[in-house]
């Protein structure tokens, strides 16, 4: 049972457009989100989180929103740059297991 | 303060042989999840162990794969007989409270 779901495979935008990648959970006592990014032959690199006492949670050109009665985390790229294309992975915490999305592949066009 | 560290980063076996990946988690975490990549595909969950213990063992395949998380020393993914059907990319999370990290992976190709 995926408790956390990235339903949208693959994502192509322009580069210097904003790219929105989402991802929903299914279990409310999820108390901590976390964004990776994976470049190929390469482990996942941490990229932002947020805690579930906030909605968003900004670092440059990335920011956080998390919307807790949705149950939906998204992960906004602005402007998109073209070495942000790479496949993108949600992550949810209960303070014990974390639990990993299947991941988007972000791809910006130059 | 090291990150993950998964050795060896490429391994060649051939069928039938037995492959042994290792991960080393970042001092301080007692938490250890394994993920498979195979070619054109996401990252798959296959066991989250704690230290002695095997949590969630729901993504692993019923034979030949078991994982370890000894008290001493790294976690080990072991394949058993590898067929080459078990090409992929392995990869290594350790977790605390609030963050996980990744490994590099070990790329493993039977041949």
């Known amino acids: 049972d995926q408790q956390v779901k990235q339903n949208s495979p693959s994502l192509s935008v322009q580069e210097g457009r904003i790219s929105i990648l989402n991802c929903d959970y299914t279990n409310s006592m999820f108390d901590y989100f976390l964004w990776y990014k994976k470049y190929p032959a390469e482990g996942p690199t941490f990229l932002i989180s947020?805690?579930?006492?906030?909605d968003k949670n900004e670092d440059g050109r990335f920011t956080v929103f998390l919307n807790k009665s949705a149950k939906h985390l998204s992960l906004h790229i602005v402007p998109s740059q073209p070495g942000d294309s790479a496949v993108y992975f949600c992550?949810?915490?209960?303070?014990?297991?974390?639990?990993f999305g299947t991941g988007t592949s972000l791809t910006v066009i130059p | 303060n090291a990150g993950v560290m998964q050795n060896p980063r490429h391994l060649v076996r051939r069928r039938g042989q037995e492959a042994r990946l290792r991960c080393s988690p970042m001092?301080?975490?007692?938490?250890v999840y394994w993920y498979r990549q195979l070619p054109e595909e996401g990252l798959k969950f296959m066991v989250y162990l704690q230290k002695e213990n095997i949590i969630d063992e729901s993504g692993m395949p019923k034979e030949r794969f078991s994982a370890e998380f000894p008290k001493e020393g790294p976690s080990i993914l072991r394949i058993q007989q590898v067929v080459r059907g078990d090409s992929a990319a392995y990869f290594c999370?350790?977790?605390?409270?609030?963050?996980?990290?990744f490994g590099q992976g070990t790329r493993l190709t039977v041949v």
């Open positions: 001092k301080g975490h007692s938490h």
């Open positions: 947020i805690s579930s006492i906030k």
């Open positions: 992550a949810a915490s209960t303070g014990n297991q974390f639990y």
């Open positions: 999370a350790s977790s605390a409270r609030t963050e996980a990290f």
